[in-house]
C-alpha cells in the first residue's frame, strides 16, 4: 500500500537502516486532501506519496502542534467514552 513513511533521520540513507517508523497510510492522505481543513494540515496535504521530504526544525515544530492537536482530540474522546467522528462533505 502506498502511503508516507516517517522517520527520524537527517537523510535518506540513514532513514532506510531506521527501524521506527511511522505510516500515514494512503487512504488518511487522501481524507487530509479531500476536506475543508486541508490548509490546516498543508505540511502532510502537501508531501508527494512517491517522494522525499527532509522536515527543517520549523517545520517539525509545526508537527508537533498538528500531532498534539489530533491526540488532545482523541484523548477528550477517550476520557468522554465517546468516538472521533470525521464529517464529509
Known amino acids: 500500500m502506498v502511503g508516507i513513511d516517517f522517520y527520524v533521520a537527517d537523510n ?25 481543513f486541508r490548509d490546516s494540515f498543508e505540511l502532510l496535504t502537501g508531501l508527494d506519496q512517491y517522494g522525499d521530504k527532509l522536515f ?11 500531532c498534539e492537536a489530533l491526540k488532545g482530540l482523541c484523548l ?13 462533505d
Do not use: M
Not at 12 to 36: M, P, Q
Not at 77 to 88: P, Q
Open 12 to 36: 535518506k540513507k540513514e532513514a532506510a537502516s531506521s527501524t521506527k517508523c511511522i505510516k500515514l497510510e494512503e487512504r488518511v492522505h487522501d481524507y487530509l486532501l479531500a476536506r475543508e
Open 56 to 66: 527543517s526544525g520549523q517545520e517539525i515544530n509545526q508537527l508537533i502542534k498538528v
Open 76 to 88: 477528550e474522546a477517550l476520557k468522554l467514552n465517546k468516538l472521533v467522528f470525521a464529517a464529509g
